[in-house]
C-alpha cells in the first residue's frame, strides 16, 4: 500500500537526468537577460505569459512549439553563452539531486552560429567538461539528428557523433516531430552510431502510438526510448520492452503541456512499473515547460500516490539506464539505499 505520510524530500535522492535538451534547459532568466542584451524581441509567451500554452494535438500546435524553441535558440550568440547554458543546467539538475545529466544536443541548428557542427560540437564538449567540474554533476553529450531534416543530415552527425565517443559523447538521439520523415530512413545513422558504440536513444511513442515504438527498437535498435509512453496502447509490446531492459524516459510534465496526455494523473507510470518497465524520470524542455527535474518526481508523486519506495525505484532506473562509469553507478545506488533508509523528515 502506498504510504501518504513518508515524505523524504525528494531534491536528496540521487537520480541521473536523461531526457533533457540543451537549447530548452535554458533558465527563464537566462533567456530574458541574453534577449535584452542583444535587443532581440522575445513573443509575450515567452515573457509575461511564460510559461507558454502549448499544444502539439496537431501540426500547427508543434509548430508553434518549434518557434519558439526557434527564438530561443537565437539568444545563444557566444561561447560563453553556451558554457553558461551547461553550467546552469548542471546547477539547477545539482540543486534537484541530479547526480548525472545526459544533454541533448542538435549541433546542426548552431552551425552557421558557431562554425560549422564540428566546432560547435566540440565547444559544447568542453564547456559540458567545464561544468562538470564547477558543480560536481557529471554532464554527458548525446547527439541528436533532427528527423525533419533528411536523413543524410542524420549520418553526418552519427559520424561526428562517433567520433568523440568516450570522450564526452555518450548516446545518438533522434528528435522533432515524429509524425513527419520516416522512422526507418534514419536507419544507416543509426547503424554508424551503434558501430561506434553509443547508446541509441531516439524519440518514439510519444505523439505517435505503439507501432513507433516497435520501430525504434526494430529498426533503429533503440537502447532507451524518448518518451515510449505510448507504448502501453499495445499490451504485447510493453512486454518486450519490459524483457528487453529498454528504459522510458518519461517526461510528465511535457507529456501534459503538448498533449500528449490530458492531465499528470493520466501519464501512465503506474502502468509502466506494473509492467516491469524501467522509467527514467526527465523535463525535456524546462524553458517550454516550466519545471525541472525534481518537479518530475514531485509531479509523479502527487498524482499516482507514489510511496518513497517506488520513488527510490525510479532513482535507481534512472541510474541504471544511464550511460555513467560503473563505479559511479555503484556508489550512486548506495546513496539511493541511504535515502530510503533514513527516516522522513517529520517521522
Ligand atoms: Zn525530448
Redesign the pocket.
Same mark, same amino acid.
Do not use: A, K
Given at each position: 500500500m502506498p504510504s501518504p505520510v513518508a515524505r523524504r524530500p525528494l531534491e536528496t535522492l540521487p537520480k541521473a537526468h536523461l531526457?533533457l535538451?540543451f537549447t *530548452?534547459s535554458m533558465r527563464h532568466g537566462t533567456l530574458l537577460e541574453l534577449a535584452a542584451r542583444d535587443g532581440i524581441h522575445l513573443p509575450e509567451s515567452l515573457v509575461a505569459d511564460w510559461p507558454p500554452r502549448l499544444s502539439a494535438a496537431d501540426e500547427k500546435g508543434w509548430f508553434r512549439f518549434q518557434r519558439l524553441y526557434d527564438v530561443a535558440r537565437s539568444v545563444l550568440r557566444t561561447p560563453d553563452d553556451v558554457r553558461r547554458l551547461l553550467r546552469e543546467a548542471a546547477e539547477d539538475d545539482a540543486v534537484d539531486g541530479g547526480r548525472w545529466l545526459e544533454i541533448?544536443v542538435d549541433p546542426s541548428g548552431y552551425a552557421a552560429r558557431f562554425d560549422g557542427i564540428t566546432a560547435f560540437t566540440e565547444l559544447v564538449l568542453d564547456a559540458a567538461a567545464e561544468a562538470t567540474h564547477l558543480t560536481g554533476v557529471p554532464v554527458a553529450v548525446v547527439v541528436a539528428a533532427n528527423r525533419t531534416r533528411h536523413p543524410m543530415d542524420a549520418r553526418t552527425l552519427a559520424r561526428l557523433a562517433g567520433q568523440y565517443a568516450g570522450r564526452g559523447v555518450v548516446g545518438f538521439g533522434l /528528435?522533432n516531430d515524429e509524425r513527419r520523415g520516416t522512422t526507418a530512413d534514419f536507419a544507416p545513422a543509426f547503424r554508424i552510431a551503434e558501430r561506434a558504440g553509443l547508446a541509441l536513444v531516439p524519440?518514439g511513442g $510519444?505523439l505517435l502510438g505503439a507501432a513507433s515504438v516497435r520501430t525504434c527498437l526494430d529498426v533503429l535498435h533503440a537502447d532507451r526510448l *524518448?518518451?515510449g509512453v505510448r507504448v502501453v496502447e499495445d499490451p504485447a509490446l510493453l512486454a518486450r520492452v519490459a524483457e528487453a531492459g529498454v528504459a522510458l $524516459?518519461v517526461?510528465p510534465t /511535457?507529456n501534459v503541456s503538448l498533449g500528449v496526455h490530458p492531465d499528470l494523473s493520466s501519464v501512465p507510470l503506474p502502468e509502466l512499473l506494473e509492467a516491469g518497465v524501467a522509467v527514467a524520470l *526527465?523535463a525535456?524542455?524546462p524553458l517550454l515547460f516550466g519545471s525541472r527535474l525534481a518537479a518530475q518526481y514531485a509531479t509523479m508523486r502527487a498524482a499516482h500516490d507514489l510511496d518513497d519506495a517506488t520513488l527510490a525505484e525510479l532513482g535507481r532506473m534512472s541510474l541504471r539506464a544511464a550511460r555513467m562509469p560503473e563505479t559511479l553507478r555503484s556508489v550512486l545506488l548506495g546513496e539511493v539505499d541511504a535515502w530510503l533508509a533514513a527516516p522522513p523528515p517529520d517521522a
Open positions: 531526457h535538451h *530548452g541533448q /528528435s524519440h $510519444e *524518448g518518451h $524516459e517526461c /511535457s *526527465g525535456d524542455d
